[in-house]
């Protein structure tokens, strides 16, 4: 087949009529989100003294946390939608999460004596936050991948792991309200683990269905 | 041709051609083979992959220029997201042919554009992909393409609506471009 061919081919097919990837992408998170929280308060919900723990400044900071991984990240993920788009962006978004984290861990390694380190770190409530946070994620993950397919990312793996990290950063804001761990020793050890394994997974699912 | 004076251009016409303007999407399309074309046979030289099969690239190119045009932001240049997308599908196509290494690819606003070639092979990758969609589709592409009929007189002669052509025309598209990238080589 001659290129011309194929050009007359291109030319009379119309564009389609779905909706622009950049609805698709935005109602796909939005979806995700919707169904993610009402798994969340259909299984376990937020913790009973939530009220009072909106007072600490540990437990807010979770969510200062959690939220600046969601945001910049899902910012990223959008761009690394369309071909030529810089990789740097994803280390851009994830330079924030990773100092506001950094910072508090400082912060509580400076104000809470030595021997009670370790029993922060290991918590109560690891295996929760390994489970809860992988499992919210599916949601999000699922969608923002489905939608993602009209893209164009240069590589396909690096494009399903920045969805995943959008994904487990609304899955931990959710997972937060319900955990009864504030120190930044847990955050930065088990939310971080749990944001891994949805990571691994993103980037091995967006590896094979967002090849173009 | 200048360089500086057709990227305006290019993204002019283009934003016509999502407005459904066809004949100026057609001619921006063999503007841009032509780019994708020179980048691809230096790319092909540059790794001794044999320029044979730089053809194929070209068309699946074009094809996935096509079927990604949403991803285009209409207020940036559109060299970069077409030299991006060729790319992409030049080292795909140089992989497949098991080349390990790439020498670096011409930036797309540094070549100069070449004209399609004699067609070197008997069977490109399009037409043997083209032979592996239904019945149907490869009927309705081939009219199309080959044969050179409009839409309207391809749903007549298959009594249809022009409207299932349509259909029937870009789900061919996306399927040939889902085969390509199953493609072995």
């Known amino acids: 087949m001659k290129t011309a061919d194929l050009i007359a081919a291109l030319a009379a097919d119309p564009k389609p009529q779905g909706p622009p990837l950049s609805r698709r992408f935005v109602l796909a998170l939005a979806a995700g989100a919707l169904i993610s929280a009402c798994l969340f308060l259909g299984m376990v919900g937020p913790r009973h003294d939530i009220a009072r723990a909106l007072g600490t400044i540990r437990f807010d900071w979770k969510f200062v946390d959690t939220i600046a991984l969601a945001i910049p990240t899902g910012l990223a993920t959008w761009r690394l939608l369309r071909p030529g788009a810089e990789r740097r962006w994803l280390a851009i978004a994830l330079a924030a999460p990773l100092i506001l984290l950094g910072g508090s861990v400082a912060m509580e390694l400076m104000m809470v004596p030595p021997d009670l380190w370790l029993a922060r770190l290991i918590g109560s409530n690891a295996l929760h936050c390994l489970t809860l946070i992988p499992l919210l994620s599916i949601a999000p993950l699922a969608a923002l991948l489905l939608a993602m397919r009209a893209g164009a990312p240069a590589s396909p793996p690096l494009a399903g792991a920045a969805a995943g990290l959008v994904s487990a950063g609304i899955a931990a804001t959710l997972y937060a309200t319900n955990c009864t761990d504030d120190s930044p020793l847990f955050v930065a050890t088990w939310y971080t683990l749990a944001t891994m394994i949805v990571v691994a997974v993103g980037a091995f699912i967006g590896g094979r269905v967002l090849r173009w | ?185």
């Open chain 2, 1 to 185: 041709m200048g360089e500086a004076e057709s990227d305006e251009d290019w993204a002019v016409r283009m934003r016509a051609a999502l407005a459904g303007d066809e004949a100026t999407y057609r001619r921006l399309l063999e503007e841009i083979g032509r780019s994708v074309r020179a980048m691809a046979r230096g790319a092909f030289a540059r790794s001794r992959s044999g320029d044979a099969d730089v053809e194929d690239v070209v068309q699946e190119t074009l094809l996935a220029i096509h079927l990604k045009r949403d991803t285009w932001d209409g207020g940036m240049k559109l060299a970069p997201w077409v030299g991006a997308i060729a790319r992409h599908k030049i080292i795909d196509a140089l992989r497949r042919r098991g080349a390990r290494q790439f020498a670096p690819i011409d930036d797309f606003e540094a070549v100069i554009p070449a004209p399609e070639g004699d067609d070197p092979h008997d069977l490109s990758d399009a037409d043997r992909l083209i032979g592996q969609l239904p019945a149907r589709q490869q009927d309705i592409v081939r009219s199309i393409s080959l044969q050179g009929q409009s839409i309207a007189a391809t749903a007549k002669r298959l009594s249809m609506s022009e409207g299932a052509v349509r259909v029937a025309l870009h789900r061919s598209l996306k399927a040939l471009a889902a085969a390509w990238r199953r493609t072995a080589p």
